[in-house]
C-alpha cells in the first residue's frame, strides 16, 4: 500500500480582486460533481506565500470553452485544518504562483477567523 506524501505550504491570507465568486457561481454544480465535494461554498480565500511560488499539478480540470470561454480552471485538492480543500487556478493565473486561491465547504474565513494579515497551512499532496 503507497502512502500519499504531503507538504505544508505556509502563506498570509490576504484580500483579492474579488472576482472568483460572480466568475464561478454559474459552474458550481459541475465543480462540485467533477471534485466530490458537494457543499463546495462560493468564492475563494487567498493566500500570498510566505516561501516562494508553487506550480502545483491539477487533480481536476475545465477547459476553455467547456465552462468558462476565457480560460481553463484548475482545481488541485489539499487540506486546511484537517479539512478538504481545493486550490483554483486559471490558465491565466492573474495572481502568480505565489497565490494560492482556496475553496472549500466552508467559508475558511469565517470558519477559522481569519482576517487579512493572518497566517495559515495549507496541505498539499505530492503527485
Known sequence: MNEIKSRTLKGTVFSGFGVATGSLRPHM????????????????????LHDGSYSGHPDYIFQKGHYNQNEDTYFERCRIQGMPALIMRTSTNAHGHGVLELMGEVKFRDQLNLKDGDSLEVEVFDP
Do not use: C, D
Open 29 to 48: 454544480r459541475a465543480i462540485r460533481t467533477q471534485t466530490g465535494l458537494p457543499n463546495l461554498v462560493e468564492g475563494t480565500l487567498n493566500l500570498r
